[in-house]
Every structure is written in structure tokens, then in C-alpha cells.
């Protein structure tokens, strides 16, 4: 392995210590250095964006328990505490494993959320970088060489790290669903960091974007390419006319749930992956089955999904949305922020400082 510039074995970061509140954060400058092993390489984060993922795990709302929160990663395992979080990392390669090439050393990368590998095992099934394992909230983080892509750009690190989560999920939607030139397709939440994403990804497609938000954040989403604006609350089949859509990206749920199908013409594709809105749904099975919809339930990436939304970041089709940026001892008050949802785009924290 090659030596770091630095010879101290401990790091600044953060510690989820346990679900709960703001109070199970806790900032420190003791937190052990990860060691790469053969097959990995370590990482200086310089910034690691904030999203549901670290709320939902600090909250233990992926547990269908009685509250004792055995389930309470997005995988349905325990998570094990002091956890380091952050999944959305831009850094740069700063120690190599054995197995990996030295010219890797200096390498700026973006590194791939979803994991199918971790210290050299290949996972039985995926994990989710900050929750199953530590992720970049801290000065550096440990992570298989495979899902640390190379990228060529002039966006800041800052930048750069709105891209991972948001837009990977988005684009394994859009993936999923199979959108093709041409169609129209709906996304809820679309002032959020999966729906900004998926408002861009679709116009890349040349799909035409209906996108549903508020009226205060309506103009942010035409700048982003949204061809029509549905209001949140607005009855769907009203506000499209009657017309149908080919796809539904759905990052909501919640009562208005039934008409997202409604609006499904014939051999539709519904594709979900967040429930803000409300998990729990009414489904008229009738409407599935009478217009032969597809459902895609989105997590785990396809393996094209993280490289294509690199060449669309080096390509300059996508840009990045930073509502705001924090030190990364602010994380308390960026995940309040964040929380809040009175923002478009993403909430990054800052992690290195020189």
C-alpha cells in the first residue's frame, strides 16, 4: 500500500452513535483511520452530500418492527454502531490495496453508493455505502476499487457531490422503466434531489417531463428542463386533460397514490423508489391487471446505471444542484435543513478544508 502525506492514524468525522435525534451525531477528531485492503482504496472525501438514506437509517423509518429497529437499514439488517455515514462522496484516491494499480494514486472519483463489494467479498446481496458500512462523513473512507469511478471534470468537489445518490437513483428508474425518446413521463417530488435528477436524466432521453411541484419551486423545475407543471394536491387526471402518460417515476406515495395509475395508459411502467408522501398505498388490482402495468421497485443500481451518470456528468448533460453547503460540523443543522424540503436540489457538507 502506499504511504499518505499524513503519518496520524486517527481522523475527524462524524458518529451516528444510535437512532434518534440530532443528539445521537456525534463530531470527532479520534475516530480510527480506515485501512484499504487488497482490493480497495482509500479515499480523502472533500465534500459528501446529505439525503433521505442517512435520515431514514437515523431514524430507523426502514423498520417494520415494533420499534426495535432490527431492520432499520434500507437492506433490512441491524445497522452496527458508531456508524459513519455518507453516501453521496466525491474525493480523491490517496492509498491503493495491493491488488491495485499504483496509477490509480490521485485519481478524482466519485464513488458508487450501491456496493457489491466489500473488503474484497463479493456481497450476496447489495449494501448501501454510510449504512451497511462506513461512508464519507469523515476526513477519508475505505471502499472496494471497482466502485470508485474515475471522473474528468471542472465541478467542485461540492458539485460533484450532488451527483451519486440522487442522480443514480433516478437514473436506475428511468433504467428500469425503460424510458425512450418520445414519451411522456410524470415524476412527483420532483424538487427534490431524486426528482431534479430525474427531471434532467429524462430530458437527456428526450422524454417529454411533466414534473409535479409547488408553485413556489415551479419555475426552478421549467429552468430544468420540465416540459409541464402539475401542482402538488392538483387531481392528476384534471391537470393532464385526460392524456396519459407512458411512465410514472414516483419518489411520493401517499393518498394520491391511485391516480399515478390512473394516468398509466396501457402497458404503462410505474417505477418508485421513496414514499415521503406515505408508504402505505391503495391499490385497485383491477387498474394493474386490466391495463397490463409494470411496477419496478427501485434500489439496488443496475451495473451500467453509475458509469452512464458519469459520462453524462463529463458530457455536461446534467448539472448540479446545490441548494446549500456546510461544514461538516454542521451536520445536525444540514440535516434540519434538509429535512425542512424548502429547498431544490442538494444539502452538502464540506468535509475537507484545505
Known sequence: MSSLATSKDSMHGVYLTGHGGPEVLEVRDDIPRPTPGPRDVLVR?????????????????????????EDASWSGQPIHFPRIQGADICGEIVAVGSDVSQARLGERVLIEPCLREHVGQALESAWYIGAECDGGFAEYTRVAARHALRVESSLSDVELASFPCSYSTAENMLTRARLAKGERVLITGASGGVGSAAVQLAKARGAHVIAVTSAAKADALRDLGADDIVLRDQPLDEALNGQSVEVVIDLVGGPQWPQLLDILGYKGRYAVAGAIGGEMVELDLRT???????????????????????????????????????????????????????????????VRQD
Open 45 to 69: 472525501v472533500g465534500a459528501a452530500g446529505v439525503n433521505n438514506t442517512d435520515l431514514n437509517t437515523r431514524l430507523a423509518w426502514y423498520s417494520k418492527g415494533d420499534g426495535e429497529a
Open 288 to 350: 394493474l391487471y386490466l391495463k397490463d402495468l409494470s411496477f419496478f421497485g427501485c434500489t439496488v443500481l443496475e451495473p451500467e446505471v453509475f458509469p452512464n451518470l458519469v459520462r453524462h456528468i463529463e458530457q455536461g448533460n446534467i448539472k448540479p444542484l446545490v441548494a446549500e453547503t456546510f461544514a461538516l460540523a454542521e451536520i445536525a443543522t444540514a440535516q434540519e435543513v434538509f429535512q425542512q424540503k424548502g429547498h431544490v436540489g442538494k444539502v452538502v457538507l464540506k
